[in-house]
């Protein structure tokens, strides 16, 4: 397709086409109307004073006979004005007036006519030798005929001027109205064609390519920033499906090679039935573990999906933060470590409760686990989480808050990552996806986890929108 | 106890069968969903094992077919859908407990073994007893020969759970579920602790041990000397 019959084909173009067709459609209505009144108009006031002037003239002829009426014909027809006069006998011989050179046998027929004719005054070679005239012819007593008339330069002057204003009028609407149709189409033919390559960069694999906003405000760039958004989403699916894939891939086949060795030296080694058990008992904690972390994942990927937002329900936050603290708090006092909840008054909030009490649970198993005992205060306070639900605004935050090594503020957001752990973190069990759940649960929601020092130690917040998720951000 | 499994993976069907015989019960299998709504209908099994994808039938249709026969055999659903909702589902279907695959026999047969029991008659008796251990579940006292007991009340429910199934294995997940109203794994021992301290308040100081350990399983609680 050439460039030029893609811009004839833009809907831009024929919105154009469509307006100037009606446009041009309407000026010619316009001036034809106009045309046709305004020589209406001359005709009727032609009729009216060529009525009066041969009503002026009879009279004179009535009380001053034919001389009076020469006279006054003489008189009147040598003023100069588009007046016409002819007076003539019964067969044709003029008498008195302006005219001559009429069209044969117009005297014939009393009434009104338009004919051409001749100016007295003029010579015959003269270049605007003919003139139309509205004439009227009358009857006198005696088979005298008067003709009087009206030149009709004027009205065929207006005429043309009229014609040629519609004529012109239509081709600069045109000529403007097409140059303008092109010019928008150009403008949006190129932006939509920007768009169009943009988004073939992102089909052949881009995801990072984004669609160019104008930053005009108008529709074609609400378009594209809503295009983008989406593109957006999409790329951190993906890239969420990638890194799913990359962490199953060596965070799952690890213990799955673990598995397999360790059957495979039992087969080996083994030679009792004791030994058989002590390997297959191993193998089964081992896919324990395992079915552990898969499960994790799962449901990660759920959360992420939005898939879990059906469920979503009315809640109470500072319940479940009792609840679940009631649920670790021996394990925290085995360590020596005293978990405090501060959830006195009611904090509704809507969502999963199965979801939010998993991440609430992994968070404050977190904090349990690398809180060490050993780390008190020097003030000889017991190591201490605090576990708290409050409102903030229209978000429902729930906050565990440690005073174990925390985190530092380089590796925060990498740590909401699947499967990272730090360093200092790997002597302890875990499948390192605790953070990442209550990262994705938090997010599902419309919310999200933010990790701050609690100093020292580390402070995990879940911040939900009281509401729950908005479902879309219109 | 008779045990019906309908399962389409025909070396799962065969595994579970041969688990149940080995402890004593009787199990018979059906490949999909029609046999399995067949068998079933006799209403001559304890329980029903059933896969939720299955073949011909899907296995909560199965289920429901048979509500609507008025056979009301307890039934355990095995899915490999193990999210919330899906239970929800499988439950509202009209099965009777939800267990996700994989799963361990040990979780499986006690669970079984509670809806078998469930069957035989509602325990609903206001006193629970076991040994000389005695829980009144109206006035929340707990005693344990004369010596009264002071529990706080999620170890109050933990006891009424184990009671109320005094003699069955009762698994973590099983308690989690139960007691705390949670499905999910909370991935660390949270539930032993739980036991360990409720077990230091019943038993403690008393030669007799009533909360035993069932390695492998989960715990029991059990009067030694019967």
Not at chain 1, 254 to 260: A, K, Q, V
Not at chain 2, 57 to 71: E, H, K, P, T
Not at chain 2, 106 to 133: C, M
Request: glycine share 8%; charged share 25%.
């Amino acid at each position: 397709m050439t460039a030029l019959g893609k811009l004839f084909r833009t809907t831009t173009f024929k919105l154009t086409l469509v307006y100037l067709t009606v446009f041009a459609l309407f000026a010619a209505f316009l001036l034809a109307y106009f045309a046709l009144n305004t020589r209406r108009l001359i005709d009727e006031q032609i009729t009216e004073t060529v009525n009066a002037e041969i009503t002026g003239l009879a009279e004179q002829y009535r009380q001053g006979g034919l001389r009076r009426l020469v006279i006054v014909i003489d008189t009147r027809a040598r003023r100069p004005s588009s007046s016409l006069y002819l007076l003539t006998t019964f067969n044709g011989q003029p008498l008195a007036g302006n005219v001559t050179a009429l069209q044969p046998g117009i005297l014939d027929k009393p009434g009104w006519t338009e004919t051409i004719y001749r100016r007295l005054d003029e010579s015959e070679s003269a270049q605007h030798a003919e003139h139309r005239a509205l004439v009227r012819v009358f009857q006198l007593p005696g088979g005298f005929r008067l003709l009087v008339g009206r030149d009709l330069e004027e009205r065929e002057r207006l005429y043309r001027i009229v014609l040629a204003a519609g004529r012109w009028s239509v081709a600069i609407v045109l000529v403007l109205g097409l140059a303008g149709g092109l010019l928008v189409s150009r403008r949006v033919l190129r932006r939509v064609d920007a768009m169009t390559e943009t988004t073939r960069t992102i089909m052949e694999g881009d995801l990072g390519g984004r669609l160019p906003v104008a930053g005009t405000g108008d529709e074609i760039d609400r378009l594209a920033e809503n295009l983008n958004q989406m593109l957006e989403r999409i790329e951190s699916l993906m890239r969420g499906l990638k890194e799913v894939s990359d962490n199953i891939a060596h965070d799952l086949k690890t213990p799955l090679t673990r598995l397999r060795n360790r059957a495979e030296q039992a087969l080996r080694v083994a030679k009792n039935d004791d030994e058989y058990r002590a390997a297959l008992e191993a193998t089964i904690d081992e896919s324990d573990e395992l079915i552990t972390t898969f499960n994790a994942l799962l449901m990660i990927a759920r959360a992420e999906s939005g898939q879990a937002r059906d469920d979503m329900k009315d809640f109470d936050a500072a319940e479940i933060v009792q609840d679940i603290a009631e649920l670790y708090e021996p394990l925290g006092e085995e360590k020596g470590i005293t978990l405090k909840v501060e959830a006195a008054t009611p904090t509704p909030a809507k969502g999963n409760r199965e979801l939010v009490s998993q991440a609430v649970g992994n968070l404050i198993d977190n904090a349990i686990k690398y809180a060490e005992p050993c780390t008190e205060p020097a003030g000889g306070a017991p190591a201490e989480i605090v576990v708290s639900a409050t409102e903030a605004g229209d978000r429902v935050l729930i906050t565990v808050a440690d005073r174990g090594p925390g985190i530092p503020p380089e590796d925060r957001a990498r740590v909401v990552e699947r499967f990272v752990r730090l360093e200092q973190s790997r002597s302890q069990p875990g499948s390192g996806l605790g953070l990442s759940l209550a990262a994705a649960v938090a997010r599902l929601h419309g919310g999200e986890l933010m990790l701050e020092d609690n100093a020292p130690g580390l402070k995990c917040i879940i911040a939900l929108p009281r509401g729950g998720p908005v479902q879309s951000a219109a | 106890m008779r045990i019906l499994v309908i399962e389409d993976d025909s070396a799962a069907a065969d595994y579970l069968v041969k688990a149940f015989r080995e402890v004593g019960h009787v199990a018979d299998s059906a490949t999909d969903g029609e046999d399995g709504l067949a068998l079933a209908q006799d209403g001559q099994y304890d329980v029903l094992i059933v896969d939720r994808m299955l073949p011909k039938r899907d296995g909560l249709s199965v289920i429901g077919a048979l509500r609507d026969q008025g056979v009301e055999t307890p039934a355990l659903i095995l899915s490999a859908l193990g999210q919330v909702d899906d239970r929800v589902k499988g439950l509202r279907a009209g099965g009777d407990d939800y267990l996700p695959k994989p799963y361990s026999f040990s979780e499986l047969l006690a669970r079984v073994e509670v809806l078998a029991r469930r069957r035989g008659g509602r325990n609903e008796e206001t006193v629970l007893h076991v040994g000389d251990l005695q829980l009144d579940r109206l006035s929340h006292q707990v005693r344990r020969g004369a010596e009264e007991i002071s529990l706080q009340p999620r170890e109050f429910r933990l006891l009424e759970y184990l009671m109320k199934h005094a003699g069955q294995v009762v698994t973590r997940t099983m308690l989690l579920e139960n007691v705390w109203d949670y499905h999910f794994d909370p991935q660390t021992n949270v539930i032993d602790v739980h036991i360990s301290r409720l077990r230091s308040k019943i038993d403690k100081g008393f030669a007799q041990p009533l909360l035993h350990t069932v390695r492998g399983a989960g715990y029991m609680i059990r009067d030694g000397a019967r």
